[in-house]
Every structure is written in structure tokens, then in C-alpha cells.
């Protein structure tokens, strides 16, 4: 059988990724049919060749029991290749498909060298846009603060009263018994996130405000840090920048792209042949 003879001269130890693992195989091997497919006659060099160049055969195990395997998963993977030649020509829609999938992927590409490629990013650019826009990033009112909830208002009383005597948080919820409060901090944020936030805002820094009811619990707020609206610094609004920055120049750039295209290939209107079109009369030629 000529599996079992190409087998016999396959290095076991090897993988189809090393280019020695059938370089022993000698060129009347090579020669013979190994596989059909249709009309078609796959030489074990051909298959040899097919394996060592697909990647899903880099790994694959060369022992006696399991190149059987690797060879039927080459044989299906050849049957979908040959069932894919002339798809085009029994399918119009799928050549339609694939004139438009190839089509993108050239203007993808095409956009990629004339746009994308071209957009340089450095820190004295990007500075000297935000310079020109810098009104355009701001923080709104914001607030920081410090949210002990629980379920019993009593609770969220001597919670309150044990912050007032400007005693530490976790020390104060240590010493409650029983189910223990909730701590919770959301840095800052902007002060007219939720109710608590607006509270939290009104107050004035170190404030201890409380219990609230919010969401079926009390709460005891303790105002930490408040930071009125400002324009951001460049480092804050980095990100956006960058965002920003690398739109407008993939705007800039595209648009004198598409300028240079169309003064190599101008675009000529026929509008006395559209205007006869709609009214219904034969366009000349």
C-alpha cells in the first residue's frame, strides 16, 4: 500500500514545521499517487509539500498510528479547495461577493498607505492641538466623598455621630455589631451624578452628612475633596486629545487624498442625458 511505503521513510520524531521530516523519502516515493480528488491525482510530494506549508499540519504528530489521520485531514482539506475552483463561474452572486470582498480590501489597503500610515504622532503636536482647543476639554463640578450605608437608620445615626467626633471610618464601622455597614468611595465624580453627589456637593469639605435614604438603605456621607469646573490640563485630557488629534488629521489627510484622485481621474457630469432620463426621453449618445 503506498501509505505504509511513504510511512516508512517519514522521521517519526520530527514534525511537518521541520524540513527534514520526509527528506528520505526517495523521488520514485514522490512520484506516486497518494490521494485522489475528483480527476485529480495528489502525488506524495505534492502532499509532502501541502503539509509542510499549511500551518494547521506544524505541530501534527508523523507516528505510524497517526499520520493516517493527518493524511485523511489533508485529503478533506484538498476536497474544499477543489470544490471551491470555479465557484465564480457556477455561482454569479458568489463572484459579485468576492469582486466586492477584494475590491474593499484594495481601498482598505490603498487607505491604509495614504491615510493611516501617514498620521505622525509626537508630544509637541499633539501640545500645540490641544493649545488651539483646550476649551473644549473640561471637568464639570465634581466631588469626592466617603459613603457608609446600612440598612437600620439607628445605625446610620451613631455612624454619623462617631464621624463627628472626627473618629476614623473603619474604626467607627469596626464597632458596630452585628451586619456590618457598607464602605464605599467613587473618587471624583461628577457632582451631579445621583442625589448623594448633590448633597455631598452643597456641603463643605469634611462635612458629615446624614443618614439619607437612597436606594432602600441609609447613608452617612463624609465630603473628602470638591474640585469646581475647570478646562483640563493637557495631561488630563491626553487620551482624548490623541483621539481627537489623529481624527482630524485621517479627516485631513483622506480629504486631500481623495482631492489628488480626483485630479488625476475628474469626474464628468452628462446632466443633459440624466435631464432626458426623467423625462422620459431617449438619451443621445
Keep these: 500500500m503506498m501509505l ?24 520514485n516515493v514522490r512520484r506516486k499517487p497518494i490521494i ?3 480527476k485529480r491525482r495528489i ?21 505510524s498510528a497517526n499520520f493516517p489521520l493527518q493524511v485523511d485531514k489533508a485529503g478533506d482539506l484538498l476536497v474544499l479547495e477543489e470544490a471551491c475552483v470555479g465557484l465564480e463561474d457556477r455561482y454569479p452572486e458568489f463572484e459579485t461577493l468576492m469582486k466586492e470582498f477584494q475590491e474593499g480590501v484594495v481601498l482598505y489597503k490603498a487607505e491604509q498607505l495614504e491615510v493611516w500610515n501617514r498620521i505622525a504622532i509626537d508630544s509637541t503636536r499633539l501640545k500645540s492641538f490641544f493649545a488651539e482647543r483646550s476649551g473644549q476639554y473640561t471637568y464639570p463640578n465634581r466631588v469626592e466623598m466617603v459613603e ?36 464605599k468611595s467613587r473618587g471624583l465624580i461628577p457632582a451631579d451624578t445621583d442625589d448623594l453627589t ?16 437612597f436606594q432602600n438603605r441609609f447613608v452617612i456621607l463624609k465630603v473628602m475633596k470638591k474640585d469646581p469646573a475647570r478646562r483640563k490640563t493637557f495631561g488630563e485630557a491626553a487620551p482624548e ?14 480629504n486631500e487624498w481623495l482631492e489628488r484622485l480626483r485630479m488625476q481621474y475628474p469626474v464628468v457630469q452628462h446632466r443633459e442625458v440624466l435631464r432626458q432620463a426623467f423625462a422620459g426621453g431617449k438619451p443621445s449618445e
Design 241 to 254: 486629545v490623541s483621539t481627537a488629534f489623529q481624527d482630524s488629521e485621517s479627516k485631513r489627510l483622506q
Design 43 to 63: 502525488t506524495a510530494d505534492s502532499l509532502i509539500t501541502f503539509m509542510s506549508n499549511l500551518g494547521d499540519f506544524r505541530d501534527a504528530s508523523l507516528k
Design 4 to 27: 505504509n511505503e511513504l510511512i516508512g521513510y517519514i522521521d517519526s520524531t520530527k514534525t511537518p514545521s521541520d524540513s527534514l521530516w520526509a527528506v528520505k523519502v526517495p523521488p
Design 148 to 183: 457608609v450605608s446600612t440598612e437600620a437608620e439607628s445605625i446610620a445615626v451613631k455612624i454619623r455621630k462617631g464621624l463627628q467626633r472626627r473618629r476614623n471610618i473603619d474604626t467607627v464601622i469596626g464597632q458596630i455589631k452585628g451586619s456590618k455597614p457598607q464602605k
Design 198 to 213: 448633590k448633597e455631598a456637593w452643597a456641603r463643605e469639605v469634611g462635612k458629615v452628612v446624614g443618614p439619607i435614604k
Design 36 to 38: 485522489s480528488v475528483g
